[in-house]
């Protein structure tokens, strides 16, 4: 299941400079992240941008894992 959901998003030098997009959209998954980070419900986000799904919010949270579990992250000290 993560495979298929991880289809829907698209890596394309031509669509938003590269950065990783719901495919077939120029809706970036940093966009969603943030969306989410700042509280909005999936329900607010999807009435906010209808062309994406629930599917589309799920394939971008597990591109955020993936792309964590293959990074080194340096948090700042408060």
């Known amino acids: 299941m993560a495979t298929k ?3 829907h998003i698209e890596l394309n030098p031509r669509v ?3 950065k990783p997009v719901i495919r077939g959209t120029r809706v970036p ?3 969603l992240l943030d969306l989410m980070a700042e ?3 999936w329900d607010q986000i999807l009435t906010g941008y ?5 599917e589309h919010l799920r394939a971008a949270l597990l591109y955020a894992k993936a792309s964590l ?3 080194d992250v340096e948090l700042l000290a408060a």
């Open 29 to 31: 998954v940093t966009v």
């Open 5 to 7: 959901l991880l289809d």
């Open 16 to 18: 938003c400079n590269g």
């Open 39 to 41: 509280g909005e419900t």
């Open 50 to 54: 209808p062309a994406l799904t629930a």
């Open 69 to 71: 579990e293959n990074a």
